[in-house]
């Protein structure tokens, strides 16, 4: 009886585990990471990436699981009510807010994300030569990137059935709660995710060299092809900026979901040790299997061609992993094994997704769980359908992540940290984190998360917007051998383009140029009117700048992606009345009446 | 693969799995009356909201 118990025991408590890791894995580990690592140093990344776990992650982590399970005692469970309770200002619920907008409007399109896996893994298991043949042909067909609104044009090959598919299992499954709806579908998902990863990273790494003519392709290659230092990397903030947004992005830091969590926990249910079990199982499955898989199988196969694919996740998961599985003997298994998992790992995420918002309904209006399941359907499918709909350069979906995946996660963090170190307190912070810890937690954290953490968030985020934001015009190379011939109104001449190619420089096939405002510039534009290049006439010949657009030019020179910003800004603005609406139903209620003022 | 390579892989992927294998230890280590009721991974939340959610 006793052994019996000790099995059951283990059992559990190893499901626990693996429960852990389910919401903490997901599209990051395996496609985000690796990529961002190549393009900042290789190696040389892990030095900010590591200081940014240890700086950022893991205390604000614990920070949001410690203030998650405080204001859950005191019987709020959103993130309106649990900063109210946290700081007693009305002001707080408003900051609440940005934990809802936060995880739907992520959702609106991690959900379409996450289709695209199903639907290569469904794929791989069908059979398409298209993908074997043109990896890049076959996605741009399947996600729609050609034009607006062909996804939903019968017969065309697009995904868009799929994302029907993976939209009700998300709410089929969340219907019926957290613990209900999954628990058995994860208790499969996540061992099962394990195993597939695990096989994914043996067979890579037991590849050899398969194709002899070219020996350097080989997995000692590969590796290092990911894993060598590129010192010189550690001295461009831009370096350390992704290093710090990769570690908030997989940690799911300032997403509003730990924190919505946590709240659910009682007092004698440990969060310090969940926090750290939490973290250092989603750092497994990055640095260890997204570090030593993704990359380096699409160096074997594709060689040094594998770095163009490294600015982007998409270029990297749905373009070089298929022409790395084409080449690989019993390439369409193994397509079909990694899809799959990543299709785990992305629907066990973007459940956690939805439960903020349910719960602020819940609290904030007195209505019961499929109401507020319903209504959370009807919204996040709107986004859907936006981001589906404006499909063409994927510019809705980039607009999505950049200002509320990148920039509104930076602002939630900074105020989540504000509130932890100065609102709730050193002192309250290092004695509730104990309560029911089976780990301790060192005086230090408290230290930093007071004064080191909003000092380094505040400098990521002024570094960020300083990059991203406005646009940059870099110096490539100053051409000497053009004549004023060849730069002229219209298609590129062919000089023109030769003389660009000594300073290897690639030019679309479709680039026009035409003169800018100012007298001496001429812009190149490609295929969509938008400026690759600016070059300008110096005494010494033709000064080629790269020209970077940024994010406030985007919104200015594309509808589509002015059209996502003023809906972000519309989902915003409604769920910031909801939660004055909520404000005021609580005032009514008394609800804060009882807590000690902050 | 260089020597700075070889360096950054194993001690990043040798300090992650030293830290998992941590968490590992101590959860499993844990004493058996509590091991259940408190440590609890987010799928297994109980939001009391579900049986009467209608």
């Not at chain 1, 009305?90 to 900051?95: D, Q, S």
């Not at chain 1, 750092?283 to 061609?305: D, K, Q, R, Y």
């Not at chain 2, 830290?19 to 230890?25: E, K, M, N, S």
Request: charged share 10%; hydrophobic share 50%; net charge neutral.
């Amino acid at each position: 009886m006793a052994e019996q118990n000790n099995r059951e025991q283990w059992g559990s408590r190893i499901g626990v585990i693996l429960a852990v890791a389910g919401s903490a894995v997901g599209l990051g580990n395996f496609l985000r990471f690796p990529g961002t690592a190549a393009q900042n140093g290789g190696g040389a990344f892990m030095l900010p990436y590591f200081i940014s776990l240890l700086v950022l992650g893991i205390p604000m982590c614990w920070a949001e699981w410690t203030m998650g399970r405080y204001a859950g005692s005191r019987g709020c469970n959103s993130a309106p009510a649990i900063f109210t309770v946290i700081w007693r200002h009305p002001l707080a619920k408003y900051l609440g807010g940005l934990a809802l907008v936060i995880p739907l409007v992520i959702y609106m399109y991690y959900v379409l994300i996450e289709s695209w896996c199903l639907g290569y893994a469904v794929t791989y298991l069908t059979g398409s030569s298209q993908l074997a043949a043109d990896p890049s042909a076959f996605f741009g067909n399947f996600v729609g990137i050609h034009e607006n609104g062909i996804i939903y044009e019968e017969g065309s090959g697009h995904g868009t059935w799929l994302l029907l598919v993976v939209f009700v299992l998300n709410f089929s499954l969340i219907y019926r709660g957290v613990s209900k709806g999954i628990e058995r579908f994860c208790k499969i998902a996540m061992p099962l995710m394990l195993v597939l990863g695990i096989i994914v990273l043996v067979r890579v790494l037991t590849l050899g060299t398969p194709d002899p003519a070219k020996p350097n392709q080989n997995v000692l290659g590969g590796l290092g092809f990911m894993w060598n230092p590129k010192p010189d990397a550690l001295l461009n903030p831009a370096t350390w900026l992704a290093a710090s947004g990769q570690i908030f992005f997989s940690l799911s830091v300032g997403f509003g979901i730990i924190i919505n969590y946590a709240s659910y926990l009682t007092k004698k249910d440990d969060v310090a040790l969940s926090g750290l079990t939490s973290c250092s199982m989603n750092e497994f499955f990055e640095v260890c299997m997204g570090g030593l898989i993704t990359l380096p199988a699409a160096f074997i196969f594709l060689g040094l061609n594998a770095k163009d694919f490294t600015g982007s996740s998409f270029s990297l998961g749905f373009q070089a992993l298929p022409s790395v599985f084409a080449r690989m003997p019993a390439g369409e298994m193994f397509g079909a094994l990694w899809f799959f998992m990543l299709f785990l790992a992305a629907i066990t995420s973007s459940i956690s997704m939805l439960q903020p918002v349910i719960a602020f309904l819940e609290e904030g209006f007195g209505l019961k769980r499929h109401a507020s399941v319903t209504i959370l359907g009807v919204l996040s499918a709107l986004g859907c359908g936006f981001v589906l709909y404006f499909s063409k350069g994927l510019v809705a979906l980039d607009t999505f992540d950049f200002w509320v995946g990148s920039v509104l996660i930076l602002v939630l963090a900074l105020v989540q940290a504000l509130l932890y170190g100065w609102a709730f307190g050193m002192q309250r912070g290092h004695q509730e984190i104990h309560e029911g810890a089976h780990i301790r937690v060192p005086w230090l954290i408290q230290f930093m998360l007071k004064w080191v953490v909003p000092i380094y968030l505040l400098a990521i985020f002024a570094g960020f917007c300083f990059i991203n934001l406005p646009s940059h015009d870099t110096w490539k190379f100053t051409a000497t051998g053009l004549s004023a011939n060849g730069v002229a109104e219209g298609a590129v001449s062919d000089a023109l383009r030769d003389q660009l190619a000594l300073g290897k420089l690639s030019i679309p096939a479709e680039a026009t140029l035409r003169r800018s405002g100012e007298a001496a510039d001429w812009h190149m534009l490609d295929g969509g009117g938008n400026v690759l290049y600016i070059l300008r006439a110096k005494h010494s010949g033709w000064e080629v700048y790269a020209h970077e657009m940024g994010y406030i030019e985007k919104i200015g020179s594309s509808p589509v992606a002015f059209a996502a910003l003023w809906f972000v800004i519309s989902i915003l603005a409604f769920l910031l009345l909801m939660v004055h609406i909520a404000g005021r139903r609580w005032q009514g209620q008394g609800r804060f009446e009882h807590l000690p003022a902050a | 693969m260089t020597v700075g390579g070889w360096i950054v892989m194993t001690v990043s992927v040798g300090t992650v799995l030293a830290l998992a294998a941590f968490c590992l230890y101590r959860v499993l280590t844990l004493p058996p009356v509590d091991v259940t009721e408190h440590l609890k991974g987010p799928l297994d939340i109980d939001t009391q909201d579900t049986l009467d959610a209608d």
